[in-house]
């Protein structure tokens, strides 16, 4: 708090790039990524007023819309390691304020043994490779760009890892997260743009009511800029929505995420049905839309004249919400959430496609998200915590209930294998 008080007292200056603002980030706000409010009250008073007179400090936009930026990405990574995604400590990445240049290229790395795939990237970052020999071996996986319109979003990675991502050489890894902290920061910056826009030029609610052609624009545009969560969690807020729309916002923003799930019509074969499904999960675990109200407009869509790519949407949502413990890398860790929680929401939507008359696609859509989970976590998915055999027995029957000749057990077997439901 003392700190905070003799800081507050200083002129923040205006950097003239994104890098050299973060470098003088630990002199001016180092405290916020370890500092934690003082338990005494008076003590509490005292470091909120020395927070409340720096932000008043703060002069011209800039400064607090930078100010604002740090803490915001100071938070989020203090979420992230306590959710147990930082397995070792990272250098800091760098934060570029919104609307700033792109930094400058870092400082070449120490001289290492880089693969040649490595070397590219680091080419495109313009990080001068002198002195680093290059090392014929397996390339990392291609970095992918923002999910939209045209790009699928990237699957969840696997809880169990590969032996050659134990093997990854340490500079591999840090290349490539590196070059996805740059693709992901310049996605901040668009997503913050279109915000602006969207306040300034093109509001999705007017008058207490919603303005259905911008709000379907502006998911539209989210869409296409989004790579984290926290992005969709920005858009959200930015809206402003009072509480009395947002019911009717949701609805709209989950019908058009729906509508987008089945890719531009001038490029067939376009897979966004992924990325779809992942917005609707960030926007449910972040609690910005309720994840009954997803279940009732995504129940109602499940009719024949529906689209494929819905029912795909639906395969990603049984993969994005079945509990995970909290370092999984996928799935849906929170307090209270359960198995039984996400059988019940499974069942819900398997009810809806039978009376829908759709049974046999709701089959296929859950047995490709089971599919999926078996992939992510080996043959003994099934075999272990969350799943016992009256589980395992119940998904089996409700499963055969999808279809004509669910009755016969040799062809149910067939059809569902590969899954690895019998036999523990």
């Known amino acids: 708090a003392e700190q905070a008080k003799l800081t507050a007292m200083g002129e923040v200056p205006i950097y003239a790039d994104a890098e050299e603002a973060f470098r003088a980030l630990p002199k001016r706000f180092s405290a916020l990524a370890q500092a934690e409010l003082p338990e005494e009250p008076a003590e509490r008073r005292d470091a909120l007023g020395a927070v409340a007179a720096l932000v008043i400090g703060l002069k011209g936009k800039e400064d607090l819309s930078h100010f604002v930026r740090s803490l915001q990405v100071a938070c989020i990574e203090r979420r992230r390691r306590e959710q147990g995604f930082d397995e070792a400590p990272e250098p800091p990445p760098v ?18 043994a880089l693969t040649e795939e490595v070397q590219r990237l680091m080419a495109e970052l313009k990080v001068p490779p002198a002195g680093v020999p290059i090392v014929k071996g397996k390339a990392p996986a291609p970095i992918s760009k923002a999910p939209g319109p045209k790009a ?18 340490p500079a591999e890894r840090r290349a490539r997260e590196k070059a996805q902290r740059k693709i992901d920061a310049e996605a901040a910056d668009n997503v913050y743009n279109r915000c602006k826009v969207m306040q300034d030029l093109k509001p999705v609610w007017k008058d207490n009511k919603i303005l259905i052609r911008p709000l379907r624009q502006f998911v539209t545009d989210i869409l296409a800029a989004a790579t984290q969560s926290v992005h969709w969690e920005t858009a959200w807020q930015q809206i402003c929505l009072p509480d009395e729309l947002r019911i009717e916002a949701g609805r709209a923003v989950v019908r058009q995420l729906l509508i987008l799930a089945k890719g531009p019509p001038e490029e067939p074969g376009t897979d966004v049905a992924q990325a779809s499904a992942q917005a609707l999960s960030w926007l449910s675990k972040g609690h910005r839309i309720k994840i009954s109200l997803m ?9 024949p004249d529906s689209s494929e790519e819905t029912f795909q949407v639906l395969s990603w949502l049984l993969i994005h919400w079945f509990p995970q413990r909290k370092t999984a890398g996928w799935g849906w860790w929170r307090v209270g959430w359960s198995w039984m929680e996400w059988w019940k929401l499974t069942e819900r939507f398997l009810t809806a496609a039978q009376g829908h008359g759709t049974g046999e696609a709701a089959f296929n859509a859950t047995k490709a998200a089971l599919e999926r989970m078996q992939e992510k976590n080996g043959l003994k998915f099934f075999g272990k915590e969350p799943w016992t055999e009256a589980r395992r027995q ?8 999808l279809l004509p000749d669910g009755s016969n057990e040799a062809l149910l077997k067939q059809k569902l294998s590969p899954l690895k439901l019998w036999g523990w």
């Open 394 to 401: 119940q998904l089996i029957a409700r499963l055969g209930s």
């Open 152 to 169: 699928a979003a990237p699957s969840p990675p696997s809880s169990s890892s590969s032996s050659d991502e134990e093997k990854e050489d």
């Open 95 to 112: 934060r570029p304020a919104p609307l700033a240049p792109p930094p400058p290229p870092p400082k070449a790395a120490p001289p290492r």
């Open 295 to 303: 279940q009732e407009v995504l129940a109602d869509s499940l009719k």
